[in-house]
């Protein structure tokens, strides 16, 4: 099929896929297209089961028009959203919209054999909640550390023992007949705040930065991931942090951001805390409890613990720095912010945005938003639901499927979308 073709199918779905309804008028003006160019295009897809007539829309004096809409319930994709210590793993339809879900403890160090194995008795289970469910079209996954997109391997991740290398696609593409796609976890978080919060799909240009156990951060550039050329834009946990050069981080290098701001790092200085009696609130936890843990620290300031609300303080001055110069850099119109360090209380996030305003330059934050996650925890589904279905829609990807319509036992349509999108 000639490509300016599949350029001008993809187009038109992605303008129907956009909305609530749409006329093939409409979709001419926006799209430039001559009005029997669009009919043709709507046709096909009408063929192939993607697009519907669905409704009438005002009319302006004649035949009130007929509104077009994706047919959303031709096929399925699951998310699979892994942590470090949880997965949830969901169903939605064509529309991105999650029909059923689950959420459990997990632990990523426990190997690719034991969450893998998981995860695929959980997408069995939730396909047999579904009545009659339509074919699985496609699998978008979510993983706690670096990805070679091209490839969806994990490479070299410092908390995932075990996974360097594994072949996630392979092995549910084979278990499930569908192609996936696997992404470092704040690609897909920034994804999922892009596809579902009004104000990050207004802004385009966005950077989302998770600060939990590690910390990273998902650039969006012009309404798409930006993943570099290997697929490791963005991992900022491992910026080196000056006045921090004798601490080691789990990557095996020193003074590494994460290494002195991350969740780990919280609940180790926690400690300290509490062993040198500085904190009394941690002192008490750790005699209770034998641990302390990044929550307590942040319990801790907000019952007035001055030594707790210091250490909040730091981490948040450390992180806005470090934010700073990605904001002077890339300048994006809106920051969000995730993971449960920044949702725990409002302490480091007032350290982080007083050090991102005052050091960044004044034109990039003329117009700059910093604001919290709007979905939380349920952004990392959001966005692993819509890592399939944006490859899904892809121009490489369309003709591979659309003779049949579905793309159900082609994993080759992971391999060639993959290669189209690396950069």
């Given at each position: 099929?000639?490509g300016?073709r599949?350029?001008?199918?993809v187009?038109?779905?992605?303008?129907?896929?956009?909305g609530?309804?749409?006329?093939?008028?409409?979709?001419a003006?926006q799209?430039?297209?001559?009005?029997?160019?669009?009919?043709?295009?709507?046709?096909?897809?009408e063929s192939?089961?993607?697009?519907?007539?669905?409704?009438?829309?005002?009319?302006?004096g004649?035949?009130?028009?007929?509104?077009?809409?994706?047919?959303?319930?031709?096929?399925l994709?699951?998310?699979?959203?892994?942590?470090a210590?949880?997965?949830a793993?969901?169903?939605?339809?064509l529309a991105?919209?999650?029909?059923?879900?689950a959420?459990?403890?997990?632990?990523?160090?426990?190997?690719?054999?034991?969450?893998?194995?998981?995860?695929?008795?959980?997408?069995?289970?939730?396909l047999?909640?579904?009545?009659?469910?339509p074919?699985?079209?496609?699998?978008?996954?979510?993983?706690?550390?670096?990805?070679?997109?091209?490839?969806?391997?994990?490479?070299?991740?410092p908390?995932?023992?075990?996974?360097?290398?594994?072949?996630?696609?392979?092995?549910l593409s084979?278990?499930?007949?569908?192609?996936?796609?696997?992404?470092?976890d704040?690609?897909?978080?920034?994804?999922?705040e892009?596809?579902?919060?009004?104000?990050?799909?207004?802004?385009?240009?966005l950077?989302?930065l998770k600060?939990?156990?590690?910390?990273?951060?998902?650039?969006?550039?012009?309404?798409?991931?930006?993943?570099?050329?290997?697929?490791?834009?963005?991992?900022v946990?491992?910026?080196?942090?000056?006045?921090?050069d004798?601490?080691?981080c789990?990557?095996?290098?020193?003074g590494?951001?994460?290494?002195?701001?991350?969740?780990?790092?919280?609940?180790?200085?926690?400690?300290?805390?509490a062993e040198?009696?500085?904190?009394?609130?941690?002192?008490?936890?750790?005699?209770?409890?034998?641990?302390?843990?990044?929550?307590d620290?942040?319990?801790?300031?907000?019952?007035?613990?001055p030594?707790?609300?210091?250490?909040?303080a730091?981490?948040?001055r450390?992180?806005?720095?470090?934010?700073?110069?990605?904001?002077?850099?890339?300048?994006?119109?809106l920051?969000?912010?995730?993971?449960?360090?920044?949702?725990?209380?409002?302490h480091?996030?007032?350290?982080?945005?007083?050090?991102?305003?005052?050091?960044?330059?004044?034109?990039?934050?003329?117009?700059?938003?910093?604001?919290?996650?709007?979905?939380?925890?349920?952004?990392?589904?959001?966005?692993?639901?819509?890592l399939a279905?944006?490859n899904?829609?892809?121009?490489?990807?369309?003709?591979?499927?659309l003779?049949?319509?579905?793309?159900?036992?082609?994993?080759?349509v992971?391999?060639?979308t993959?290669?189209?999108?690396a950069?």
């Open positions: 099929m000639a300016e599949i350029d001008g199918l187009a038109v779905l992605d303008a129907v896929r956009a609530h309804g749409v006329t093939q008028a409409q979709l003006r799209l430039g297209l001559g009005r029997t160019v669009v009919a043709q295009r709507v046709g096909r897809l192939a089961g993607l697009v519907v007539q669905d409704g009438l829309a005002p009319s302006n004649g035949r009130a028009p007929r509104l077009l809409r994706l047919r959303d319930s031709a096929g994709v699951a998310g699979v959203d892994i942590g210590t949880g997965m793993v969901g169903l939605a339809d991105g919209r999650v029909l059923v879900q959420r459990e403890p997990a632990d990523v160090a426990a190997g690719p054999d034991v969450v893998l194995g998981r995860v695929e008795e959980l997408v069995a289970d939730l047999g909640r579904l009545a009659d469910p074919p699985l079209w496609g699998l978008g996954v979510g993983v706690p550390g670096p990805v070679e997109f091209a490839t969806s391997r994990p490479v070299a991740p908390i995932m023992p075990g996974w360097d290398g594994h072949p996630i696609r392979e092995r084979a278990r499930f007949g569908a192609p996936v796609w696997v992404d470092n704040v690609n897909v978080l920034a994804l999922g892009l596809r579902t919060n009004p104000a990050a799909a207004e802004a385009a240009d950077l989302y600060i939990g156990t590690g910390i990273g951060a998902g650039l969006v550039s012009g309404g798409r991931v930006h993943r570099g050329v290997d697929g490791c834009a963005g991992d946990g491992h910026v080196a942090v000056t006045d921090a004798t601490v080691v789990r990557c095996g290098n020193t590494c951001l994460e290494a002195v701001a991350g969740g780990d790092a919280l609940a180790r200085y926690g400690r300290q805390l040198s009696g500085d904190s009394p609130v941690l002192a008490g936890v750790l005699a209770a409890r034998g641990s302390v843990s990044a929550a620290v942040t319990t801790a300031a907000d019952r007035g613990d030594a707790a609300h210091g250490l909040l730091r981490a948040g450390l992180v806005g720095a470090t934010l700073a110069t990605l904001v002077s850099f890339y300048n994006p119109g920051v969000v912010l995730g993971g449960g360090v920044v949702h725990a209380g409002d480091v996030l007032a350290a982080i945005r007083e050090s991102v305003y005052r050091r960044s330059l004044p034109l990039a934050t003329r117009t700059l938003r910093i604001e919290l996650s709007m979905l939380g925890e349920a952004a990392g589904l959001a966005g692993a639901v819509h279905l944006d899904l829609f892809e121009p490489s990807c369309l003709p591979l499927w003779s049949d319509g579905s793309p159900s036992g082609r994993p080759e992971a391999s060639a993959a290669r189209r999108r950069v």
